[in-house]
């Protein structure tokens, strides 16, 4: 027996068409939101003009948004690495903030 929600309407969808059935439009809707679709990732690397810094754009999509941020998190850490800001460091540079 299936467990898996995709393997169960896949299931019903091919026994209605063997069946001499047409899948209805739940059924349709129903197989769109169980289909896994391409991940597509982005990484986009821009010198700024005002500041000659390296800004870093990174977009990851993942059905598990967790797993999406942890994959964002290494890319975008390993890009800072190897893109360091002029006074050396990895982050944004650390600024003392005064008390009001």
Same mark, same amino acid.
């Given at each position: 027996?299936?467990?898996?929600? !995709? &393997?169960? %309407? @896949?299931?019903?969808? #091919? #026994?209605?068409?063997? !069946?001499? +059935?047409? /899948? $209805?439009?739940?059924?349709?809707?129903?197989?769109? !939101?169980?289909?896994?679709? !391409?991940?597509? $990732?982005?990484?986009? +690397? +821009?010198? $700024?003009? =005002?500041? *000659? &810094?390296?800004?870093?754009? %990174? +977009? %990851?999509?993942? @059905?598990? /948004?967790?797993? #999406?941020?942890?994959? $964002?998190?290494?890319?975008?850490?390993?890009?800072? #690495?190897?893109? /360091?800001?002029?006074? *050396?460091? %990895? *982050? =944004? /540079?650390?600024?003392?903030?005064?008390?009001?």
């Amino acid at each position: 027996m299936a467990t898996d929600l !995709a &393997e169960l %309407v @896949r299931a019903r969808l #091919a #026994a209605k068409i063997e !069946a001499g +059935k047409r /899948p $209805s439009k739940a059924d349709l809707e129903w197989l769109a !939101a169980t289909t896994e679709s !391409a991940a597509l $990732s982005s990484v986009e +690397k +821009k010198r $700024s003009i =005002s500041k *000659g &810094e390296t800004e870093i754009d %990174v +977009k %990851v999509y993942h @059905r598990d /948004p967790y797993e #999406a941020e942890r994959i $964002s998190d290494e890319i975008y850490n390993r890009q800072r #690495a190897k893109y /360091p800001m002029k006074d *050396g460091t %990895v *982050g =944004s /540079p650390m600024r003392e903030v005064e008390a009001a």
